[in-house]
Structure formats: C-alpha cells, structure tokens
C-alpha cells in the first residue's frame, strides 16, 4: 500500500513557475514508477510526466517536454514536478500516482488506469 500526498500548486501568471511536490509513505518507494497526470476542468485527465524507480528513466507529454521535469529523491520518499514557462492552458487539477515498476511497459506508462495509488491532486491556475 502506498499513501500519495500532493502539494505546491497555487495560482502563477503565465510564464511563471511552480514545484509540485508528491510525498509518499512505504518502504519500498523505489519500485515505484511515479506519475503526474492532470485534469482540466470539462475535459478527460491526461498524462504529464512519470519517473520509472530508480530514477533512470523520465517521461514526458508533447504538451510539457522542454518545461517541466520530474525528479525524485528515493531517500525522501519524494517526487518533484518542476514546471516552468506556464501557460493557461496548464491549469489544471494535478494528481501523483504510484504504481510498481514491474506492472508497466511500453505505452502503459501513460495510460492513468494502470497506475493503482492516487493522491488528491493539488490545483495549478495559470492567468494570462
């Protein structure tokens, strides 16, 4: 079992920046890929980044690559959203979720119904 806690969303202007940050309770948090998805408001939840255990391998929407980074401190049971040069249309409510290294591959990673711990997400407003 794995508890998710998000924080660091808030109202930005466009072009500022946030840290989202995802706590995470467990003792085997590094076998853990850890995702950030988001959803807007009258639209579906979409991918934004993950980060694979061990911290080797990151993944990122078309949408967010070149302005936001996810990275994770294993020791902190920590994973950090760095976002950057935000626009509007990144106002969303963003979610971490957890889900074990060995269920995921391929395009899975992307896809939130594989991911089986879900925070309750922390709220970006971007104003133009």
């Known amino acids: 079992q794995v508890q998710l806690v998000e924080s660091g969303g808030g109202l930005v202007q466009a072009g500022g920046s946030l840290r989202l940050s995802c706590a995470a309770s467990?003792?085997?948090?590094?076998?853990?890929?850890i995702g950030w998805f988001r959803q807007a408001p009258g639209k579906e939840r979409e991918f934004a980044a993950a980060i694979r255990g061990r911290g080797s391998t990151t993944y990122y929407a078309d949408s967010v690559k070149d302005r936001f980074t996810i990275s994770r401190d294993n020791a902190k049971n920590t994973v950090l959203l760095q976002m950057n040069s935000l626009k509007p249309e990144d106002t969303a409510v963003y979610s971490c979720?957890?889900?074990?290294?060995?269920?995921?591959?391929?395009?899975?990673?992307?896809?939130?119904?594989?991911?089986?711990?879900w925070g309750q997400g922390t709220l970006v407003t971007v104003s133009s």
């Open positions: 467990g003792r085997t948090f590094s076998s853990y890929t």
């Open positions: 979720a957890a889900v074990e290294d060995v269920l995921l591959s391929g395009a899975r990673i992307r896809q939130a119904s594989w991911y089986r711990y």
